[in-house]
């Protein structure tokens, strides 16, 4: 007990009281080499590469691209402009992953590498498949007559449900997704219109997760895609890095040690953006400085590092509630695979409210007419806290960058929206629009 309360200690004043700032993590090391650490992506780079022509052949979404997935990574000088950060040096670039084909957000890079590792395992055991074979092969019917056999199953707020699911099914595996109360309706609908069992929970993220994995155990015909543990997910994300790098060298942005690069991500669990900054930081190491960005109510990785690794340390336990519209963070434990590989590697996390990233989604669409979700919404508030305000200052100090901020990029993770209905995001818009009046 004693123990709990000095952790508790270290977090930052007004976080148990929903205040939005900026945390900076007191282990953070520019100098840590991330290349010393556990995974290496390139595993998951060579899948995606061996298995374009599978999903070429499988997904319509994915033919423009010759079965690669990738998002686009646009300049937004205007909302730059809106946003009036009074210190907007540097170069801002939009990371689309809301965009991305078939999911409909950054899921779509976990979800797919963990899936096409499992149609991959599942093809060499049944012997359709030997190492060099061409995975197109796990296309044809023979093979689908196999995968069908099995079946996915997820825990999600929404969006990994949705990713799975789609990815699932159009491999030909059977999916069940068992969905959180915050999931929105529509995602449930969508899922049950392509065939997709549903599976409704009254708790949140953490009681749907635990409910998928119980029925898993129970089955070996049934795959759990474990959002808090999962090494597949991780590094289907982490992936990410060599695609945003090629992309910055082809847009002519340099990063070096003149030329500093923010990164800000949207936090969940932490799979998605831990995945994305280990990667950056495996390529660019101490070049690129890796930002999260939690909603209010549901800051999970902000509680589980500013309270230390011990032991797993909750957004409840400090008397939040974890209700936010953002339903794509919603989330009141950290994952414990990744909140240890951030303790060194993420500069900081700051946390955002409603009317926060209602109104920054609202400008968004606004000023470059790009839609995204709440959730991903989120990181536009990013370059604005550490340009701008006291805690942002002591971290520019403190890595010499005050003076390199002119040639500084900031790069902000738009994780999700185009599968948004018009309907719905016609509300947010309204909210939105109010909210851009208060904030
Ligand atoms: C899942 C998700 C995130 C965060 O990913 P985690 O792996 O849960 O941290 C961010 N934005 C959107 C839109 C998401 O769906």
């Not at 937004?76 to 907007?88: E, F, M, S, W």
């Not at 359709?128 to 825990?155: I, N, Y």
């Not at 929970?201 to 635990?210: I, K, L, S």
């Not at 890595?399 to 947010?428: M, N, Q, Y």
Request: with cysteine; proline share 5%.
């Amino acid at each position: 007990m004693n123990d709990q309360a000095a952790s508790f200690s270290d977090l930052p004043a007004g976080v148990a009281d929903k205040h939005p700032l900026l945390w900076l993590n007191p282990h953070y090391d520019a100098r840590e080499d991330a290349r010393h650490m556990a995974y290496d992506q390139r595993q998951a780079e060579a899948r995606f590469a061996r298995c374009a022509g599978l999903l070429q052949a499988v997904f319509p979404e994915l033919q423009a691209t010759a079965g690669q997935l990738i998002s686009p990574l646009v300049p937004i000088p205007k909302l730059r402009d809106a946003l009036q950060v009074t210190r907007a040096a540097g170069h801002w670039m939009l990371k689309r992953d809301d965009a991305l084909p078939v999911a409909g957000s950054i899921k779509a890079r976990g979800g797919f590498h963990e899936v096409l590792s499992l149609v991959e395992r599942i093809g060499l055991e049944a012997g359709l498949l030997t190492e060099s074979t061409d995975r197109r092969v796990l296309a044809e019917p023979a093979a689908r007559a196999v995968l069908g056999r099995h079946t996915l199953a997820v825990g999600s707020t929404g969006n990994l449900g949705l990713g799975i699911g789609m990815i699932g099914a159009g491999l030909g595996l059977q999916a069940v997704v068992h969905m959180s109360a915050d999931a929105k309706e529509w995602k449930k609908q969508r899922l049950r219109d392509r065939g997709i069992q549903v599976v409704e929970h009254q708790g949140d993220y953490a009681a749907a997760v635990a409910a998928g994995r119980a029925i898993a155990d129970a089955d070996p015909m049934v795959h759990f895609v474990d959002d808090e543990h999962s090494e597949a997910l991780f590094l289907g994300y982490a992936a990410a890095a060599r695609e945003l790098v090629d992309q910055l060298q082809a847009a002519g942005r340099v990063v070096d040690a003149k030329h500093p690069l923010f990164v800000y991500l949207p936090c969940g669990v932490g799979g998605a953006p831990g995945g994305v900054l280990y990667g950056l930081k495996r390529l660019l190491g101490a070049h690129v400085h890796g930002f999260f960005v939690e909603p209010t109510a549901s800051p999970c990785m902000l509680v589980q590092l500013a309270c230390g690794l011990q032991r797993p340390v909750s957004v409840y336990d400090i008397g939040l509630d974890n209700r936010t519209e953002a339903d794509g963070l919603a989330v009141g434990l950290a994952s414990p695979l990744v909140a240890p590989l951030m303790q060194s590697l993420l500069s900081g996390i700051f946390t955002v409210d409603e009317t926060q990233f209602y109104a920054d989604a609202w400008r968004l669409e606004d000023t470059e007419g790009i839609y995204v979700e709440p959730s991903a919404a989120t990181g536009l508030h990013g370059p604005g806290q550490v340009l701008d305000t006291p805690q942002g200052q002591v971290y520019l100090q403190r890595h010499g960058l005050e003076l390199l901020l002119h040639d500084a990029t900031h790069v902000i993770w738009s994780t999700g929206g185009s599968l948004v209905p018009e309907s719905i995001r016609e509300g947010f818009r309204q909210r939105g629009r109010q909210a851009a009046g208060m904030a």
